[in-house]
T-cell receptor, first 111, second 116 residues
Framework: RKEVEQDPGPFNVPEGATVAFNCTYS??????FFWYRQDCRKEPKLLMS???SGNEDGRFTAQLNRASQYISLLIRDSKLSDSATYLC????????????FGTGTRLLVSP | GAVVSQHPSWVICKSGTSVKIECRSL??????MFWYRQFPKQSLMLMAT?????????EQGVEKDKFLINHASLTLSTLTVTSAHPEDSSFYIC????????????FGPGTRLTVT
């Protein structure tokens, strides 16, 4: 089983749509969780951290379910500029605080 | 703030040659730097973790004699791909972390290596 699993997509949605991505992780001892965004041939950029109580940043909402070991990202009112690959990232809480990346979910927002 | 640069941004080399990639933290001191590799349509895979002034810790399956990492200062880490082969062609990305933040990593723009 992969340490971090995501549906690779692509998710094709029209502008203005709401879209949700899910991610599961295997290590129950994981301590921190993130969503990163990666554009084609670019480095990943931190979109938001994911907190146990859930958190929101503008049109983006992240949720964490520790019991089920899954993380979600909800994007409301999709924009063309949201087209990218969204990476679920888990801190495995080893001695070196190792980040493990999912393969990413590709989002394509069309006019 | 928290800018990480990489050089070169892309490189093409012949099989059997060595390539050095530099990773610099421009406006902060990076106590820890990480090197990742990403093949097309795959996730970033951690290759090694290096702390300034000490030997790098390599992930399982990564050959330390092939991928030489040096983290001699708090602002510079280098990755040297020795005797490169076409299967080493990939996107190499470094990230850096300060001692004050144990979770957040700042990523460099990546280096695209093509071995012919």
């Amino acid at each position: 089983r992969k340490e971090v699993e995501q549906d690779p997509g692509p998710f094709n949605v029209p502008e203005g749509a709401t879209v949700a991505f899910n991610c599961t992780y295997s290590n129950s001892a994981s301590q921190s969780f993130f969503w990163y965004r990666q554009d084609c041939r670019k480095e990943p950029k931190l979109l938001m951290s994911v907190y146990s109580s859930g958190n929101e940043d503008g049109r983006f909402t992240a949720q964490l379910n520790r019991a089920s070991q899954y993380i979600s990202l909800l994007i409301r009112d999709s924009k063309l500029s949201d087209s990218a690959t969204y990476l679920c990232v888990v801190n495995m809480n080893t001695g070196f605080q190792k980040l493990v990346f999912g393969t990413g979910t590709r989002l394509l927002v069309s006019p | 703030g928290a800018v990480v640069s990489q050089h070169p941004s892309w490189v093409i080399c012949k099989s059997g040659t060595s390539v050095k990639i530099e990773c610099r933290s421009l406006d902060f001191q990076a106590t820890t730097m990480f090197w990742y590799r990403q093949f097309p349509k795959q996730s970033l895979m951690l290759m090694a973790t290096s702390n300034e002034g000490s030997k790098a810790t390599y992930e399982q399956g990564v050959e330390k004699d092939k991928f030489l990492i040096n983290h001699a200062s708090l602002t510079l880490s280098t990755l040297t791909v020795t005797s490169a082969h076409p299967e080493d062609s990939s996107f190499y990305i470094c990230s850096a972390r300060t001692s004050g933040s144990i979770y957040e990593q700042y990523f460099g723009p990546g280096t695209r290596l093509t071995v012919t």
